[in-house]
């Protein structure tokens, strides 16, 4: 019953070797391929080693494309245009967000959005959060995915100030109560505002690819 | 910023009269209100006394919808019609997870969704969960919203068999570690397949919400 | 070393004669005693028999006050009247949060606080909140106490929008993973905001005496 | 009362040299001996100073057999044949989860089981699952051990579809709510299917104890 | 793939009829029909109507087999004769938990097992254990299921003393930190003695349906 | 709404140039900025490297003042004078508290409170907080923060001794049940000692800045 | 090896019969038999029954003596004198604390204490502490038991002032975090006061029959 | 009120040289001092720089005596007699517990008590309980001190065997739901065999302390 989205590699207990081998394993099949969590070790490998790599497994028409915040790694078919099936929004509560929002906004990517996003929105600062809400409002996105750790609220806050469909991602940053991301998975799943789910901690990956499947389903004429 | 989806009444903490006052006023603004968690002794006080209180209240263009299972009261304006936006999908593990269920319904109804349903469809019996998931697709829905208590697993599985976004409502039926639904809440959130995301424990108001903003979404021309 | 603060009676886990006795002993010392947390069937009992009560304790000029909502209990000779010692103001974020923000209001009375408050500000409907707030800044209290269940995000808001002291209330409301109040609590601990500082759930007793003591000391000239 | 089961060196907390002496000492004894949750580093030791240590032991007759996976030790006396008391089946959900089962597999090995296995079967690719239950079923394995990590589906999803019994071992990987394994124990935990039960996480050596008491169960004629 | 195991109806959240209904619906097909964890009243309701509901039914070829401790109903043709499929042995650690135990001993007999038992044998009377022991292991058990709350140390010393395979079913009896059966839950997962396993806490029903389908592996001639 | 306070850098998860620049651009606003929660290497980087940076950022009429067990960095103007707006109290229990304490320390001298403190206190030797508690009260300090870990039990104590607001700091010291902080926590919010409030477990900062608003209101003439 | 002690009846999951037959056959053996945890309805029914049942099993030379607070029953023969083997401590912090302090106190009292006692001297009234202490001292107890619910801080505090062995009993009394009583618990097990140790949650029963065995030991010359 | 007991360092959290420079004061005061929980590159940097230390701070009449299992230092006093005041026992369950074990070990010998121990009995091997707990009781020890980690079992079946006074020391070993020894420490809370008290996990000097005051209360003729 099921088709078009890409498989995408879950690094972190993986080994080198065999991440770069199923990126290349993808690739090859889909023209690109995606992997996440990647540990910060095999990406600092991958930048030293690159040249021999690539020689060693004949991939010299791919590039990799490593985002160090995200930790991940994309491999592509030079010349490999991805195809825009949508548009989603993206917001960070604070800098500590951003790594898991960068995970959102290269797996988004991947999967075929155009992806809006504005970081360091957070309610201590809650009047930076009006112009990036009204640019996606303008720009129709089919969702906004919101990514915050500590107490959680961006997310609540969001969705109750626009009626798009808001996909919270708890962050496990912070320290005491909030040391885990608990604290901000639970203030999202009990908000009492409307229009609002969530995806585990840290988990950008997961409100990514749903981020896409619902971003078809809007865009499918 | 925000608009359309008319307010729902949360009347778990509410007195009986606050519930109904709040209904009525509802709906006389917008020809339809609705109140969930409704407490079992309201539902059977408001079936007593229905005459007197349409009487008292002077809203005898009004009727009252009251559904056992859900605990939820709808107040509509005699011959208001609902206009429809979009359909969405429906699934219920066990017999247990019938009530939530029947509050997703409801609430989806009351948003302007059509909503296509199937229950007891839980992985126990595996091989009923193709028929319907086949009606669903054919039937174009934008989401499926999937209630399971004990292990939470069925959302997991129709995720891997569908490439429509999944919205998984946990429910706190059972006993021992699964007793007030984190089981099941926790296995949905670290569910490692894509497209799913999830609700608070017995939140079927906030996944038909949500389902019915993406249907807007999606209804849109 | 202490001084000044009167003893408040924890009816919870008592008799209803102990409590009843420990406000007579209490309000002949000082003239005015209170009991919070009092059994809701010992609020109904004390309604059906006060004069009995009043005549075998030989009582007669004194009067019981009772709280429905905050489930308190006032004994206060006739005529004595309350020295104010200073402002606090209140905010209750939804209607399941008014018990316990009756109880920080009955408290802080009790305690010589003139408490300007101002219920359901939550987040669902943010723009109820600024007329309280504006009217709380121009009144000059010297603290705000925040009642908030489910998410408990209104206490974080409150404290970036305005720098006066605020202390959060966790309320035991909601269902699911918000049943207990934890939710709530911890979202207001890990809050990022600074000048927020929080009590136990339900806690509204706490709340009032810490912001009372506050009180008298920003009134003494 | 007991017998038959020889005794298994759990080395997490050991010195590298109790455990080499202990191995000996059971070895010697029996035949054969193992340990599992070997210290990484203690296993590359092994491997560094194999020679001196056989010959500073005086063991010549014996060799180390080391599994990388799994961090088990075995010491065999050579030409030692371990008798066969049965078959077990083995299933891995992803390949985060192959350590533990391959200390399902030596462990089970050791204490006699034939061990048929098949990993990376999980539920994100179901049809792969087939194929491995058929061959199970056939070779009339005794009872499947099932290793799953993250939501820990995969056992509910195999008791649901054979009559053999389960035992269903949580694996510790993953992150966010499921990072410690709990999330998987729960799920199997409150599965609602028949015929399942489990270990605590990341206890292959238990799973693989019973499963080899229950084989001689079995086998015996 | 799957067989033979007859279904087992979970009345917990179910209506008085329904339970009736699936009962006679099953009992028609199969000869005999067994439901778990009948709330109280349901189980009291059924001895004051028995007759009313047997002739309504029409069932008057079936009687009802009411276990109060247990809180089952067993629906059974007269006549029916369950076939034997095996042996296992039931120990109950305090009087506290012999309501799960008889849970198992029912189950176990609906599905074809003949269950030996011994009640009240936990550690704080040790001795009492060795006579019931040497019984299961002259009878030959398959398997011993041991149900505990409390500490549920019994296991782990039944599993220490012989080599049969152990299920533990842990008990929500007790108060503090045993409330819920978790501190028996964890206990039986830690022990270091092999040949345990262990299922939900309360969950009788599965510590039978394992021991079962065990039971008929091991008497497959 | 609101004013005065300046911004406080939370260090922890950003980058060593990030956090330099932030202070800076706040030192050259404000005259002064601080950042807490420094990573212990930044420190020691910036000790080594703290001319090249000056003159790299062209910023020589500013110093850094580092606290190294506080894990706090201040950038100020040379001759920059802070202007006191308040007294505050503050005692530790044990020498494992003093890190938070200092945060504390420093926090508050930033936001303009002169701070009264003593070390060293805790309830194990009880009779040392009598000197210390007499001081602050002749200093007519308008609140005492308390910080503590373990069992977190002198903040109660204190309380109980002074009518002086008490702002509670739980400190993740210790082990076993109390190792991150959580028994210290709880047991300062179940205090039933009036007057006490409570932040998050190690934030000093959140002490700091609320017993900061808190002075300017008593201050204020 | 064991002796001496007493078997103690734990009544709370058993039924009104089954407790008063255990108590006649120990009070026939023993000459005084003991239950703890009785369930109120069975209090009730005892004390209106009791002539009945006094006839009916034919123990008319034996008496009930029913201690309402500590929901315990004590059956003696009439004329039976217990021997003292020692003297014991025992205090509680508030009213609340008093049932179980009382389940200690007839406990200690049946195992051959003497109980000298004192209550409702917790740390919001710490100077009511040092009298009984004192006495506690002069009359040389082997022990101090101290119950105390809420942040049980009051055990740490007596330990503190004391070189006489304390055993801690938490109470499940209180709300918010302190609902169950691990908050007392904790803070208990965390304390870094010396020479204080502890039971499980409402287990007045546990701390006075180590406290007996305590005195036994000292009581011995 | 307090006396004798000589004061402990817990040295987890402290510099090096604040603890060296604790126990010389403490050792120049009473002739010997201790300190706890020292970390092991503090232990392995006095081996290497004890003769520097010991002239620098001109303690030539001291001797370090270090225990690398129990990571405790003792300074002493060159021919410094520690009186002896009673006897406790002591016992392990497994090798892993060996550590705290012998922290007890260390601190009972350093607060005068001679201790009888036996390691390695826990009941994956019972029958080697039998000989130490004869030994302990011809003894006539005052109390034993029961070290045991994982499930936590042999502190209740040592309680069920002999009349002494037990005092239980979860461990935090093991993996899974016993990794952080909650599982231990409430399998010891929740048993139901009278005579047995329990400390924080890990916590070998407050069981020591505790049974070194038991010791001289009995002790004392
Ligand atoms: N079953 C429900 N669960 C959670 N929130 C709800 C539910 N029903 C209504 N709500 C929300 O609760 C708010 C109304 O709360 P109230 O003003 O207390 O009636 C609205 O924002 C609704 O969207
Ligand atoms: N006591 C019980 N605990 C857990 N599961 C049960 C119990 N009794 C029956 N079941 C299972 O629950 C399922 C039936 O659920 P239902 O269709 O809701 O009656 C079957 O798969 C049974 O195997
Ligand atoms: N209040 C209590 N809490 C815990 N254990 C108890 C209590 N009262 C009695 N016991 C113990 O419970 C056992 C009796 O259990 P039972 O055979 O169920 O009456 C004895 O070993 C007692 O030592
Ligand atoms: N291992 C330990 N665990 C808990 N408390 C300890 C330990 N060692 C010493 N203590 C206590 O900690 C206090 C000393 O703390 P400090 O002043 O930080 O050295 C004394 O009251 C000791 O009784
Ligand atoms: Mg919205
Ligand atoms: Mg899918
Ligand atoms: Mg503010
Ligand atoms: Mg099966
Ligand atoms: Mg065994
Ligand atoms: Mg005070
Ligand atoms: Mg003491
Ligand atoms: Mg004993």
Not at 140 to 153: F, K, L, S, W
């Amino acid at each position: 019953l099921r088709s078009g989205i890409p498989e995408v590699v879950y690094a972190k207990n993986k080994d080198f070797d065999d991440v770069i081998l199923v990126l290349k394993r993808s690739a090859e099949e889909k023209g690109i391929a995606l992997a996440t969590k990647v540990r910060r070790e095999h990406i600092l490998k991958l930048e030293r080693e690159k040249e021999d790599i690539t020689k060693n497994l004949n991939i010299q028409d791919y590039e990799f494309i490593v985002n160090h915040k995200a930790c991940t790694i994309v491999l592509k078919r030079r010349g490999y245009k991805q195809k825009i099936h949508g548009k989603i929004g993206l917001l960070a509560a604070g800098t500590s967000d951003i790594p898991i929002a960068e995970e959102v906004k290269v797996t988004g990517g991947f999967l075929g959005c155009k992806v809006i996003h504005s970081y360091d929105v957070g309610i201590a600062g809650i009047h930076r959060l009006f112009e990036p809400l009204k640019r996606m409002i303008e720009e129709d996105v089919c969702c906004i995915v919101v990514v915050a750790g500590m107490e959680g609220t961006l997310p609540s806050v969001v969705a109750s100030l626009v009626d798009i469909p808001v996909i919270g991602v708890p962050v496990s940053v912070g320290y005491g109560v909030g040391k885990d991301g608990k604290a901000a998975l639970y203030s999202m799943l009990t908000s009492c505002v409307p229009g609002l789910v969530v995806v585990n901690i840290d988990n950008g990956f997961g409100a990514a690819s749903f981020a896409a499947l619902l971003a078809r389903k809007v865009y499918k004429p």
